[in-house]
T-cell receptor, first 112, second 114 residues
Framework: LAKTTQPISMDSYEGQEVNITCSHNNIATNDYITWYQQFPSQGPRFIIQGYKTKVTNEVASLFIPADRKSSTLSLPRVSLSDTAVYYCLVPNYGGSQGNLIFGKGTKLSVKP | KAGVTQTPRYLIKTRGQQVTLSCSPISGHRSVSWYQQTPGQGLQFLFEYFSETQRNKGNFPGRFSGRQFSNSRSEMNVSTLELGDSALYLC?????????????FGPGTRLTVL
């Protein structure tokens, strides 16, 4: 069973860079790592997905070291509106096709 | 392009009843996944449907079932409701694979079992 481990919660202040690290020791060779964001009373929203090294889009960067046993989501200059739960996901192949296991995520609280 | 829609948004049932929830995916998306979210267990995968076939299933009892129609719309059914089934049920659609493609989530259906 593919499993990820990430901090339960993190605190930050507006304008700071936030890095959330996720461990995924038994990730398969071809698996992608995906991050989602969820605000209260809403469904999760895709943030970024990567396979190796570094991926950057307009909202975040994803750093994946060579051994791929962990990954770090980086949010530059967070604002109050970035307060949310962040999920690190890797595929689980328990069924005929893979699915994503969300777990409980990291609750990020951004303070003024 | 319209997003994922779920109906109803809120539902109150009593123990022993059954319930059917509906999900309309984004146009062109063929994969629909269902999730249950509770404060204690977080967001848990229920099942995924693709081209009217269930191709993956989470660790839930047989009381939870689903189906997908030829237009990709999906329904999930919970029979013999229990208090512990109270949760937010989320539906997500993606173009093909829910693993390798971005999933778009609906607003959810809040089910309360009394």
């Amino acid at each position: 069973l593919a499993k990820t481990t990430q901090p339960i919660s993190m605190d930050s202040y507006e304008g700071q860079e936030v890095n959330i690290t996720c461990s995924h020791n038994n990730i398969a060779t071809n698996d992608y790592i995906t991050w989602y964001q969820q605000f209260p009373s809403q469904g999760p929203r895709f943030i970024i997905q990567g396979y190796k090294t570094k991926v950057t889009n307009e909202v975040a960067s994803l750093f994946i070291p060579a051994d791929r046993k962990s990954s770090t989501l980086s949010l530059p200059r967070v604002s109050l509106s970035d307060t949310a739960v962040y999920y690190c996901l890797v595929p689980n192949y328990g069924g005929s096709q893979g699915n994503l296991i969300f777990g409980k995520g990291t609750k990020l609280s951004v303070k003024p | 392009k319209a997003g994922v829609t779920q109906t109803p948004r809120y539902l109150i049932k009593t123990r022993g009843q059954q319930v059917t929830l509906s999900c309309s995916p984004i146009s062109g998306h063929r994969s629909v996944s269902w999730y249950q979210q509770t404060p204690g267990q977080g967001l848990q995968f229920l099942f995924e449907y693709f081209s009217e076939t269930q191709r993956n299933k989470g660790n839930f009892p047989g009381r939870f079932s689903g189906r997908q129609f030829s237009n990709s719309r999906s329904e999930m059914n919970v029979s013999t409701l229990e208090l512990g089934d109270s949760a937010l049920y989320l539906c997500a659609s993606s173009q093909t694979s829910a693993v390798y493609n971005e999933q778009f989530f609906g607003p959810g259906t809040r089910l309360t079992v009394l």
